[in-house]
């Protein structure tokens, strides 16, 4: 019995050493790779971690320096987060800051740079959108239309459709087209929410250009249902 248990075990040992010199060499490469992938993995993470803690860090020390108006200091920190961590969201909030801070002192070509860096590079669509709806607002400043609305068509994020519309609107009104302006301020009126303060904004405006929402929606409905017959 005992030399019947001992041949089962010696097949069974043959089969195993039989499967590692075929299956062997795959196997650890196979294992090589998993481990590698979950170090690596785990090294970005970290990575990353550390990162965000540095830039943290920093954007701390810019709103000390935006607290004593220091905007030449704000400038340099900024310009070392966007070299340091240019994907960083707290590099892009910095952004946003200097491009305000300068804008308020009158020195627009900083303000427009670093809103122009954060809608190229903001990976968040939101930072991106918001740049860009600052820029298209400069660009008004100085009367730059065709440029504003350009910068207001690149906004592809739906959730700021209703603002850059409303600011299309703008645009237009202030170059005397109320056509193109009432249709735009229609659009953000209707996608804004109904007891949204800024859809009471809009409603201003249109009801400056003679036109009430509830009435312009009666219209479009009545077209509508004639067409249709």
């Known amino acids: 019995m005992a030399n019947q248990l001992d041949l089962e075990e010696q097949e069974q040992l ?9 299956y062997g060499n795959l196997i650890t490469w196979v294992l090589i790779a998993v481990l590698g992938s979950l170090a690596a993995w785990n ?9 965000a803690a540095q830039s943290a860090v920093m954007f701390d020390e810019m709103e ?7 905007l030449s200091k704000v400038e340099r920190t900024f310009n070392d987060m966007k070299e340091r961590f240019p994907s960083s969201t707290y590099t892009h909030q910095a952004a946003l800051q200097l491009a305000k801070m300068a804008a308020d002192t009158q020195k627009p070509d900083i303000a427009k740079a670093a809103l122009q860096w954060t809608a190229q ?41 209703a603002l850059v519309d409303d600011r299309k609107g703008d645009v237009w009104m202030l170059e005397g087209k109320k056509a193109q302006a009432k249709a735009a301020y229609l ?8 007891r949204s303060e800024y859809r009471r904004l809009v409603q201003v405006k249109l009801n400056a250009l003679g036109v009430e929402p509830a009435d312009a929606a009666a219209d479009a409905a009545k077209k509508s249902a004639d067409g249709v017959r």
């Open 14 to 22: 043959d089969e195993l050493k039989h499967f590692w010199s075929r």
């Open 43 to 51: 090294g970005y993470a970290y990575w990353k971690k550390n990162q």
């Open 64 to 70: 000390k320096s935006l607290q004593s108006a220091d």
């Open 121 to 161: 590079n903001a990976s968040d669509d939101g930072y991106a959108s918001v740049a860009r709806l600052r820029l298209a607002s400069m660009h008004m400043e100085t009367k730059s239309f065709e440029a504003a609305i350009k910068v207001l068509d690149d906004v592809k994020s739906p959730a700021f459709q």
């Open 187 to 194: 659009q953000a009126f209707n996608a804004l929410e109904e």
